[in-house]
Nanobody, 124 residues
Framework: VQLQASGGGVVQAGGSLRLSCEAS????????MGWFRQAPGKERVFVAA????????QYANSVKGRFDISRDRAKNAVYLQMNTLKPEDTAVYYC??????????????????WGQGTRVTVSS
């Protein structure tokens, strides 16, 4: 499974961006899709994840209420709507897919497939 992320860019604080990630195929080992981000000089951290049918989601506390994750099963795609962006949201955003158990959705190590990353820069 190959993941292709897009939608990054430069935006002013308070603005919005929508990231997209399309998978090359639907696979039984990529039912959970998520987003992680890595700021310069920092570790990759969890942002959000969504179940196969979209009925369950998880968010990092830092983005709750501002970001919304969704998916389109027909397109094998996952989206991240980012609103009220802050300078601290600046990072490279990576989409990921795998089959982690619910309690492990936030752990990068359990995802099998990764996209190439898309850069988001939020200016103050």
């Amino acid at each position: 499974v190959q993941l292709q992320a897009s939608g990054g860019g430069v935006v002013q604080a308070g603005g919005s961006l929508r990231l997209s990630c399309e998978a090359s195929e639907s696979s039984s080992d990529s039912t959970i899709m998520g987003w992680f981000r890595q700021a310069p000089g920092k570790e990759r951290v969890f942002v959000a994840a969504i179940s196969r049918r979209g009925g369950s989601t998880q968010y990092a506390n830092s983005v709750k209420g501002r970001f919304d994750i969704s998916r389109d099963r027909a397109k094998n795609a996952v989206y991240l709507q980012m609103n009220t962006l802050k300078p601290e949201d600046t990072a490279v955003y990576y989409c990921a897919a795998g089959v982690p158990v619910l309690s492990a959705w936030s752990q990068a190590g359990v995802y099998r497939y990764w996209g190439q990353g898309t850069r988001v820069t939020v200016s103050s």
